[in-house]
């Protein structure tokens, strides 16, 4: 089992940028693969980014390609998401999700998610 932890989420102008925070619960956070997935107002879940159990692969949604990087310490049990050059059409929940093992770009694939941090981008 393993628990997470959002944060960091807030309001910010077009061009800014936002670091997330995702802390995982547990001994064993070094076993499972992490992603973040976002959630805007009458749109399906999107892939944003995930990440290995290392941390020396990662994988960035075309959308936020260039823009968004994802990372983890594993000493820390946290894993993070740092947006820049925001667009409005960022806006949204950002979620926090894992899954053992091998990391995906499917939402089904993970098994624990979190609650979700706002964030939304002001033109």
């Known amino acids: 089992q393993v628990q997470l932890v959002e944060s960091g989420g807030g309001l910010v102008q077009a061009g800014g940028s936002l670091r997330l925070s995702c802390a995982a619960s547990?001994?064993?956070?070094?076993?499972?693969?992490m992603a973040w997935f976002r959630q805007a107002p009458g749109k399906e879940r999107e892939f944003v980014g995930c990440?290995?159990?290392?941390?020396?692969?990662?994988y960035a949604a075309d959308s936020v390609k260039g823009r968004f990087t994802i990372s983890r310490d594993n000493a820390k049990n946290t894993v993070y998401l740092q947006m820049n050059s925001l667009k409005p059409e960022d806006t949204a929940v950002y979620l926090c999700?894992?899954?053992?093992?091998?990391?995906?770009?499917?939402?089904?694939?993970?098994?624990?998610w979190g609650q979700g941090t706002q964030v939304t981008v002001s033109s």
């Open positions: 999700v894992a899954k053992t093992v091998i990391m995906s770009t499917e939402a089904r694939d993970y098994n624990y």
């Open positions: 547990g001994r064993t956070f070094s076993r499972y693969a």
């Open positions: 990440i290995s159990l290392s941390g020396s692969s990662t």
